[in-house]
Nanobody, 111 residues
Framework: VQLVESGGGLVQPGGSLRLSCAAS????????MSWYRQAPGKERELVAA????????NYADSVKGRFTISRDNAKNTVVLQMNRLKPEDTAVYYC?????WGQGTQVTVSS
């Protein structure tokens, strides 16, 4: 199983970023996929999850209405679109699938 995140970076408050996770080594379309984040000194927390076929999603209360999770089972990718970013969204964002984790991508929201 391999999960590779991309798309992190530095953005100003109110800005947007699009994170992508490329998956390989397992039957991607059979598994729920999730995004987690971990800020310095805090526990890793669930940000968003999407069911195997993409018909069901759930979000942390802190990101509802700002973040959107989606997937493309033909391309084995899961995307987290993040809008109206806040400084408190600063964290390392991780993709999770089939019990495995990606290496993480840093998102920093700062002016």
């Amino acid at each position: 199983v391999q999960l590779v995140e991309s798309g992190g970076g530095l953005v100003q408050p109110g800005g947007s970023l699009r994170l992508s996770c490329a998956a390989s080594g397992f039957t991607f379309s059979s598994y729920t996929m999730s995004w987690y984040r971990q800020a310095p000194g805090k526990e890793r927390e669930l940000v968003a999850a999407i069911s195997s076929a993409g018909g069901s999603t759930n979000y942390a209360d802190s990101v509802k209405g700002r973040f959107t999770i989606s997937r493309d089972n033909a391309k084995n990718t899961v995307v987290l679109q993040m809008n109206r970013l806040k400084p408190e969204d600063t964290a390392v964002y991780y993709c999770k699938g089939r019990g495995s984790w990606g290496q993480g991508t840093q998102v920093t929201v700062s002016s």
